[in-house]
């Protein structure tokens, strides 16, 4: 049995829309930092059928809906798929018997998939490795059959899903720029705790090219935005990286007001705790910018040198929750238990 274990990541440039549904395909990069927390565990162990358990915070067992052990189902599918294609179609002869035990506290706003598939790719990786050895990249590429942003969690650090182009199985995948000892930053997570019924990315990337400024946004990141943060983050520049962040963020949810139907992720809480932040930003001076996923939450990102005043800021929203989370690590492989047969 091998047990892995993986965090969320949060989404400096961020991924919305794809050229292939089904193989979670995106149409344009995407770059984020892998997060040290709040951790998934998964134990996985070769099985006759696909079993999947899984476990919350507080260790009672999570029911899960048929909907989410078919996701289960198709990944390891794609990942067969995969597996087949890398020349080693027997790694995993029948099926998999999948534990999971998830720390991420229920609408916390941070990807729980992003973590859940970079953890059971990671896992895969630990378990096929008697009959094929596959890179990190490699393992990327099962995490975003599982959940786009997951390609990228597998690895530590500052982290690009490169799109790549056509409809290989392989053609995007997750590639490190840095590691995680190159810059420590923070992720201060505030949580307004009226959330907002959401609409799921899968079921929001399926309808992202609906909206006119699409092709736009796509045309900004790959001729521009990118390279920029990427840039950004390698010469440590948190002004740069501030300003490309909070320009991909603002367009990432026009696009989603903009399409059919539209989708509008942001509250009166959002919107109070940016414009907050702005005025602490300007008035102190203050390293810090804000970023948001498919949800109400503010992740406020920050470097040791603002992160007290970033907190005191965050604590002291009404009606809201406080994580924090920084510059992480990646999924790993955290034991490997031989069974007797
Ligand atoms: C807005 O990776 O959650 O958080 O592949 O359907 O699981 P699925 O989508 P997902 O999409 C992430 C969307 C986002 C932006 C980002 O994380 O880049």
């Known amino acids: ?22 193989l979670r395909l995106p149409v344009a990069d995407s770059f984020s930092m892998s997060l040290d927390g709040p951790t998934v565990e998964i134990d996985i162990e070769h099985s006759d059928a696909l079993k999947v358990i899984s476990f919350n915070p507080d260790g009672t067992q999570l029911e899960l809906g048929e909907k989410h052990v078919n996701r289960f189902g198709k990944t390891l599918d794609m990942t067969k798929e995969y597996l087949t294609k890398l020349g080693a179609p027997d790694a995993i002869p029948a099926s998999v018997s999948i534990t999971v035990r998830s720390n991420i506290p229920p609408a916390v706003g941070l990807a729980s998939s992003a973590a859940v598939f970079s953890c059971l790719a990671k896992a895969i990786q630990g378990l096929v490795a008697p009959v094929i050895e596959l890179t990190n990249d490699q393992t990327s590429v099962i995490g975003r059959l599982g959940s ?21 199985i392989d053609s995007s995948y997750g590639k490190q720029f840095a590691d995680q000892n190159h810059w420590t930053l923070h992720d201060i997570i505030v949580v307004p705790t009226m959330l907002e019924k959401k609409v799921g990315s899968t079921e929001g990337h399926a309808t992202a090219q609906t909206s006119p400024g ?3 946004r796509v045309e900004a990141i790959m001729s521009r935005r990118q390279q920029e943060c990427i840039d950004a983050v390698l010469k440590k520049d948190f002004e740069k990286l501030t300003a ?20 509008n992720y942001l509250t009166d809480d959002t919107h109070r705790i940016t414009n907050g932040i702005i005025e602490l930003r300007i008035s102190e001076h203050l390293p810090v910018f804000y970023t948001m996923d498919a949800g109400p939450t ?36 955290v034991r490997e ?5």
């Open 1 to 22: 049995m091998t047990t892995a274990s993986s965090s969320p990541n949060s989404a400096f440039i961020k991924y919305w829309g794809n050229r292939n549904n089904p």
């Open 148 to 168: 786009g942003s997951a390609g990228r969690s597998v690895h530590g650090g500052f982290v690009a899903l490169v799109a790549g182009e056509g409809e290989e």
């Open 214 to 216: 699409y092709n736009d």
């Open 244 to 263: 490309v962040c909070e320009e991909d963020v603002l367009d990432m949810h026009h696009v989603m007001q903009t399409s059919n139907p539209p989708l």
């Open 298 to 333: 503010v992740q406020l990102i920050c470097t040791d040198e603002s992160v007290d005043r970033v907190r005191e800021f965050a604590y002291a929203q009404e009606g809201c929750k406080v994580f924090e989370a920084k510059t992480g690590g990646g999924a790993r492989i």
């Open 337 to 341: 238990v031989a069974l007797s047969a």
